[in-house]
Nanobody
Framework: VQLQASGGGLVQAGGSLRLSCAASGRTFSIYALGWFRQAPGKGREFVAAISRRTGSTASPESLKGRFTISTDNSENTVYLQMSVLKPEDTAVYYC?????????????????WGQGTLVTVSS
């Protein structure tokens, strides 16, 4: 499975951005797709995840209401709609795919990772 993330860039605080991640290869084996982020000098943080089979989602309470994950199974693509962005949202955003049968925020449950796309939010 290969993952290609796109859509990052520079945005002002309060603005919106939509990230995309296209999966290719053995996509039939993917149960869930997720987004994680890593800010400079910090560890990787779970952002959101969605099941391709059931559509169920998971995300931290701190991001609910601002970040929304969705998927287009016909295109094997997962999206992350981000709104009311804050400077602390600045990070490299990674998409990931899991063959485990759960929607999880545990990075260890994801077998495949994309290359990351940088989101910079200016104040």
């Amino acid at each position: 499975v290969q993952l290609q993330a796109s859509g990052g860039g520079l945005v002002q605080a309060g603005g919106s951005l939509r990230l995309s991640c296209a999966a290719s290869g053995r996509t039939f084996s993917i149960y869930a797709l997720g987004w994680f982020r890593q800010a400079p000098g910090k560890g990787r943080e779970f952002v959101a995840a969605i099941s391709r089979r059931t559509g169920s989602t998971a995300s931290p309470e701190s991001l609910k209401g601002r970040f929304t994950i969705s998927t287009d199974n016909s295109e094997n693509t997962v999206y992350l709609q981000m709104s009311v962005l804050k400077p602390e949202d600045t990070a490299v955003y990674y998409c990931a795919a899991s063959e485990d049968g759960v929607v999880s925020g545990d990075a260890l449950r994801y077998q495949y990772w994309g290359q990351g796309t940088l989101v910079t939010v200016s104040s």
